[in-house]
């Protein structure tokens, strides 16, 4: 199905239930703060979390700049650290584990507990404690040793980023397949990492990708802030920091043509590397069988809409039902634009029960696909509900005109988007 027609079916599909919220089974469920103990060390409690929760973009080669794996940096910044965790934008928000588990949760985020140790270390003045206590040396991450397939950028890219420290870059690749394939596990290899900050990588159906962005037919490196789900692309991975190595579960498989337009989108961003390049990649496992479930991507959620100047929470929400026979559901990207503030998603059950599929707040700078460690099942005449949740105040923090203006569901940046895309196959 092509992302116009995705559109068409949400649209006929659509049920709108402006600013309602009700049972869901996603409701938030805080966990108690626990009392982080007597002394609070960088050795035994800080160095564990910041390896596994922010080495991906603070160590020293990151997007994130400052290398918090360095014991003395962090204790310099132990204040701003327990500040910015406490605040919930470090480590950046990702989808809620306790509405549903999935791949890299706990890498990801930190429970209400870690938070309070961050907070309490910095109280303590920021103490070593005792080296016998430190973690063991990070293991060799996940990756695809030997890759059946492999996605480059055609050639690197002089990164140029705006006054805010952001460029958005789209490039169309080679595409590798001379048959059919399938892809059944996906590995970004990411160029410069000081300054790649997401990237993404699509099959454009209209087989001419800059066209949607005004640059001439045939073009291959164009720039493209607006994101791209919009046009005719169809998603087939993201990825941010921190996000491993994305494997369909046995048995499934992304089809993906010879001859097919394949693109890569990359946000960079950076204060410091104004004369960085960057040429990244994809590597790419394939199955040489059709697999038994084919993987597809689908789009779901409200169209058209409107929110409303100066808003300060409005939601909007769509409920499709399934008509065919029963699917599954792998994994979903959310995606908003810049004055988007949180999302849910969830399988309403024929009968009333429902279950959570995504939760979070949004941060459209750090948009990834989150694979459910478990598919869900998505049952005949069961719904797939979305809700969004904008702030379109002069205080929300993507807020482009000032007085805040009606801001309606569109592509441009100065419009709204709610989708989650979301991997799919028959059962
Ligand atoms: C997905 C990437 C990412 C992860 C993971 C991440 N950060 Fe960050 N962090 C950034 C970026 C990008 C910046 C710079 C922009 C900003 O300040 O928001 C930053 C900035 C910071 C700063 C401010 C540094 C300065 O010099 O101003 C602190 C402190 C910080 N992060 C702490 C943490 C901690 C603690 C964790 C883990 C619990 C973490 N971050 C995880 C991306 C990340």
């Known amino acids: 199905m092509t992302r116009g027609e995705a559109v068409r079916t949400a649209r006929s599909v659509v049920v709108f239930v402006l600013g309602a919220v ?7 469920d805080g966990e108690a703060p626990a009392s982080p103990g007597p002394e609070v060390t960088w050795f035994r409690d800080i160095q564990p979390l910041v390896e596994r929760s922010c080495a991906s973009c603070h160590d020293g080669a990151g997007v994130g700049g400052v290398a918090l794996t360095d014991a003395a940096t962090a204790q ?7 500040l910015r965790v406490s605040a919930g934008d470090m480590p950046p928000p990702v989808l809620d584990p306790s509405c549903r588990s999935y791949e890299g949760a706990e890498r990801m985020s930190l429970s209400q507990e870690e938070r309070l140790l961050f907070d309490a270390w910095a ?19 996940d990756t695809i040793e030997v890759p059946d397939a492999a996605l480059e950028m055609p050639e690197e890219h002089d990164v140029s980023l705006d006054d805010d420290g952001n460029e958005y870059f789209c490039t169309i690749v080679d595409n590798p397949f001379s048959e059919p394939a399938w892809i059944t596990a996906f590995e970004a290899e990411v160029g410069n990492p000081a300054v790649v900050h997401h990237m993404a990588v699509y099959r454009d159906l209209g087989g001419d990708a800059g066209i949607g962005y005004g640059v001439p037919p045939g073009t291959r490196a164009f720039p493209c802030r607006d994101p791209v789900i919009e046009l005719d692309w169809q998603l087939l991975h993201s990825w941010a920091p921190g996000v491993g190595v ?10 993906v043509e010879p001859g097919e ?4 989108q990359m946000h960079y961003f950076g204060r410091r590397n104004s004369d960085a390049r960057d040429r990244s990649g994809y590597r790419l496992e394939l199955s040489r069988e059709a697999p038994r479930a084919e993987v597809y991507m689908d789009v779901f959620g409200p169209v058209p809409f409107t929110i409303p100047a100066g808003a300060e929470s409005h939601t909007e929400r769509s409920a ?4 065919g026979p029963p699917l599954l559901v792998y994994g979903v990207m959310p995606h908003m634009h810049v004055l988007g503030r949180s999302y849910r998603a969830w399988i309403e059950r024929d009968g009333g029960a429902s279950e959570c599929a995504a939760r979070g707040e949004f941060e459209f700078h750090h948009q990834a696909l989150y694979m459910f460690d478990e598919p869900i099942r998505w049952g005949s005449g069961d719904r797939f509900v979305t809700e969004c949740t904008w702030d379109n105040t002069v205080d929300s923090e993507g807020q482009f005109s000032l007085p805040p203006q009606d801001v309606p569901w569109g592509e441009g940046t100065n419009q709204e988007m709610c989708f989650m895309i979301a991997y799919l196959s028959k059962e």
Request: hydrophobic content about 35%.
């Open 22 to 28: 009700g049972a869901t089974g996603c409701g938030g």
């Open 246 to 255: 994305t494997r369909l579960p046995e048995g499934a498989g992304v089809r």
């Open 123 to 141: 109280r303590g003045g920021a103490p070593l404690g005792d080296p016998v206590d430190a973690p063991p040396p990070r293991g060799r991450a």
């Open 320 to 323: 499709a039902p399934n008509e």
């Open 76 to 82: 310099r910044l132990a204040a701003l650290m327990s």
């Open 261 to 264: 337009q394949l693109v890569m």
